[in-house]
């Protein structure tokens, strides 16, 4: 594991984006995985800005939706995928033959989330996963509770996330209860692995991913043996480590 601390969210943002853009240099097929959430929003803008400058080439790269809540339609401007789509996949005009999402409204949602990791297994596993950290130590939808080979599956959010959720969504829209989300197993398999954080409401979770134990209580503690993971924190977030 490794750590990496910013001065602010900008620069924090900035190298979370240039961990995408390192790989898009190599030129040859990679396979990355993305968040939604509050924490990504400046490295899908920086990627936007460097691909308008021209500095960003993403062709070579297939992109794959973490984790989305069932309940709501793909489409719904709450999915994570529209997030996704809106944020970066759109401006920065990427092939739909290069993005692969969960079919959240399909029938047999457990056969669905085997079929989509099926997909990452054939494309020889992830590159490059960026991970956000829930409040309760959440990873995707690995809410506490999953082990280091909890696989990719349908989940019920935790209590603490169902709280995190209300600032995502507005106030007469109902709170999924469920989702879907890839695997730690899956996650832990990625070569590198980005687990990103910023402000000061994520400090105690953080303290306790990079200090406590490793433990299924703290889903994003499971980074810490892996040797491709970097913590990628501004000061704030990494304000109560020693
Ligand atoms: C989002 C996701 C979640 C968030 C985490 C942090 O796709 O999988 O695990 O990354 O809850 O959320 P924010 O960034 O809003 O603090």
């Known amino acids: ?62 992109w794959f939706t973490l984790d989305e809540y069932l309940g709501i339609p793909l ?11 809106e944020l970066f996949y759109e401006p920065t005009g990427i092939n739909k033959d290069r993005i692969f999402t969960f079919n959240s409204e399909a029938k047999d949602l457990d056969a669905e989330a085997a079929r989509y990791n099926a997909i990452i297994e054939h494309m020889g596993g992830l590159d490059l996963a960026i991970v956000g950290i829930g409040m309760n130590g959440h990873v995707g939808f690995n809410e506490p509770g999953s082990s280091a080979n909890a696989p990719t599956r349908v989940i019920d959010l935790h209590e603490r996330t169902l709280v995190q ?56 503690s499971h980074f810490q043996t892996h040797a491709g993971a970097t913590f990628l924190l501004d000061t704030l977030a990494a304000s109560k480590l020693k």
Do not use: W
């Open 1 to 62: 594991m490794n750590l990496v601390i910013k001065s602010d969210y900008e620069s924090l943002s900035l190298a979370a984006a240039q961990a995408i853009i390192e790989l898009s240099k190599q030129k040859k097929e990679v396979n990355i995985c993305l968040p939604t959430g509050t924490t990504p929003k400046g490295m899908y803008k920086a990627l936007v800005d460097l691909h308008q400058a021209g500095q960003a080439d993403f062709s070579f790269i297939n």
């Open 75 to 85: 489409s719904s401007p709450f999915s994570c995928y529209q997030q996704i789509t």
């Open 165 to 220: 959720s209300k600032k995502y969504f507005t106030d007469d829209h109902p709170i999924p209860t469920k989702g879907i989300t890839l695997g730690m197993k899956t996650l832990l398999q990625s070569k590198e692995v980005f687990v990103v954080a910023n402000g000061e409401e994520k400090a105690d979770i953080v303290k306790f991913a990079i200090h406590g134990p490793v433990s299924d209580d703290v889903p994003v």
